[in-house]
């Protein structure tokens, strides 16, 4: 069962490349916009470029993850997914880490070359990969959650990014904190433990918070 539900949610991706292209073309266009806005003041960018960085991934998940459920709702497979004797729980679990391979991962992937880019420092930039590598299933996994908390209202698009960005805030602190303490010459890994603890209590507890979510949304 495992093995079909990953090809199908393989197929879905395959089919339209922009659910992959989409999200890494928008996190380029963000991140080299900065630079043009701010003009010469270097010193400055070298500041912010970390926090850029983080910000437009946060952009991208909300971006990725608006409509997650919506194609699923349309056609009925969530309500197949309900009332059938698989396990939804493996299925939504897998639904996330999906997303996140496909819109997060190739982000991750080219997080050395905006590094190149930017002339970050290299241990600032480690640091900076794997705060995100850490943190953004975690954005995901709740922005996945909000999608399915505004499941089938008219204005959804409007309604999730403000639900999800207020949960999105403990993440982008410890992240922030992270990269700045590296900066200054600090021990960062007390953030990377309390990010990595949320990332154990998220991604195991989502799934049953979807589950349970969904089925109110299409109830109501």
């Known amino acids: 069962m495992i093995n079909m539900l990953v090809k199908k949610e393989l197929a879905l991706y395959f089919r339209n490349l922009n659910n992959i292209f989409l999200p890494l073309v928008f996190f380029f266009l963000i991140i080299s916009i900065f630079p043009l806005v701010l ?5 400055l960018f ?3 470029i970390p926090g850029i960085i983080w910000i437009t991934a946060i ?3 909300i971006l990725t993850s608006n409509n997650f459920f919506k194609d699923d709702f349309n056609n009925g497979i969530i309500e197949i997914y309900l009332t059938s004797d698989m396990s939804v729980e493996l299925v939504l679990f897998l639904k996330i880490i999906s997303c996140w391979f496909f819109t997060c991962f190739p982000i991750l992937i080219f997080i050395p070359l905006v590094s190149l880019l930017f ?3 290299f241990q600032n930039s480690m640091v900076i990969l794997l705060t995100l590598f850490i943190g953004t299933p975690v ?3 709740i922005g996945i959650f909000g999608s399915a908390l505004t499941l089938g209202l008219a204005k959804n698009n409007i ?3 403000v639900i999800i960005i207020p949960f999105y805030i403990p993440v982008l602190i410890f992240s922030a904190s992270a990269i700045e303490a590296v900066s200054t010459g600090l021990p960062f890994e ?3 433990y309390i990010l990595a603890a949320l990332l154990i209590l998220v991604l195991p507890i989502m799934p049953y918070l979807l589950k349970y979510t969904l089925g109110l949304s299409i109830n109501n």
């Open 159 to 161: 309604l999730t990014p």
């Open 119 to 121: 002339s970050i420092p």
């Open 190 to 192: 007390m953030q990377i």
């Open 46 to 48: 070298d500041k912010i």
């Open 39 to 43: 003009g010469p003041e270097k010193n």
């Open 139 to 141: 954005l995901i996994s």
């Open 59 to 61: 952009l991208t998940t």
